[in-house]
């Protein structure tokens, strides 16, 4: 296995690649998710951003459900199981929170909208289904890492309207990262996981600022 400590500049393999991105492009460097969880942010602003990820991590089978069919067996399972188990607990926190904020607000080109998000859900069911070695391991561990900065708008967001939520269990960034370090074996599947990775931060990334052209749209209508 590779020798790695993580969050430090000790880093090495698919891990140093991985964290190299999400520090780059992950959604904690994206202004909006960060504009949401102020407690000023507008009510509707906040419960557009609820239903949109609803809309894109909402539905089961997910991209980590789906991934996990590429590695049922194998020094990766374990991980995707106890990601793929944390993570139905984030979509019932979704489901929970989308009945808190209330209807998703008017918004001019809601039908685009709606078609732009369904859109990135196919591609991270893409991701998660491809025949390419490393494509759905670089997907699956760039969304668990992700969804750190996503969580803590969630937290933000069910504090505003008085829900009570558990911690989030998915897989620490120490247990991703020694699967993403042991995983990429060859250069060629260290490639094929941060393409893998590098897609689902461009959809994390195209739905917050899909998310701020919508808000715009509101303000001005």
Same mark, same amino acid.
């Given at each position: 296995?590779?020798?790695?400590?993580?969050?430090?500049?000790?880093?090495?393999?698919?891990?140093?690649?991985?964290?190299?991105?999400?520090?780059?492009?992950?959604?904690?460097?994206?202004?909006?998710?960060?504009?949401?969880?102020?407690?000023?942010?507008?009510? $509707?602003?906040? *419960?557009?951003?609820?239903? *949109?990820?609803?809309? #894109?991590?909402?539905?089961?089978?997910?991209? #980590?459900?789906?991934?996990?069919? $590429?590695?049922?067996?194998?020094?990766?399972?374990?991980?995707?199981?106890?990601?793929?188990?944390?993570?139905?607990?984030?979509?019932? #926190?979704?489901?929970?929170?989308?009945?808190?904020?209330?209807?998703?607000?008017?918004?001019?080109?809601?039908?685009?909208?709606? +078609?732009?998000?369904?859109?990135?859900?196919?591609?991270?069911?893409? #991701?998660?289904?491809?025949?390419?070695?490393?494509? +759905?391991?670089?997907?699956?561990?760039?969304?668990?890492?992700?969804?750190?900065?996503?969580?803590?708008?969630?937290?933000?967001?069910?504090?505003?309207?008085?829900?009570?939520?558990?911690?989030?269990?998915?897989?620490?960034?120490?247990?991703?990262?020694?699967?993403?370090?042991?995983?990429?074996?060859?250069?060629?599947?260290?490639?094929?996981?941060?393409?893998?990775?590098?897609?689902?931060?461009?959809?994390?990334?195209?739905?917050?600022?899909?998310?701020?052209?919508?808000?715009?749209?509101?303000?001005?209508?």
């Amino acid at each position: 296995m590779t020798v790695f400590t993580a969050r430090t500049g000790q880093m090495a393999g698919g891990w140093a690649v991985l964290q190299t991105l999400i520090d780059a492009d992950g959604s904690a460097r994206h202004a909006v998710p960060q504009q949401l969880a102020r407690p000023n942010a507008l009510a $509707r602003d906040v *419960a557009d951003a609820v239903h *949109a990820l609803c809309l #894109l991590h909402g539905r089961h089978p997910g991209l #980590l459900d789906h991934a996990l069919r $590429r590695y049922p067996k194998g020094p990766w399972s374990g991980w995707f199981e106890s990601a793929v188990s944390a993570f139905a607990d984030e979509r019932a #926190l979704l489901a929970r929170l989308a009945s808190a904020v209330g209807p998703l607000p008017s918004t001019p080109g809601q039908a685009e909208s709606e +078609a732009a998000i369904l859109a990135q859900r196919h591609a991270l069911d893409t #991701l998660a289904a491809s025949d390419r070695h490393g494509v +759905a391991l670089g997907a699956a561990t760039a969304l668990v890492a992700d969804w750190q900065a996503v969580r803590a708008l969630l937290d933000a967001c069910a504090e505003r309207f008085g829900l009570n939520v558990a911690t989030c269990l998915l897989p620490r960034d120490v247990e991703t990262a020694t699967v993403a370090a042991a995983a990429a074996e060859t250069p060629a599947v260290e490639r094929a996981m941060a393409f893998g990775a590098q897609q689902v931060l461009a959809q994390h990334r195209g739905l917050w600022n899909l998310l701020d052209a919508r808000a715009s749209a509101r303000n001005r209508s």
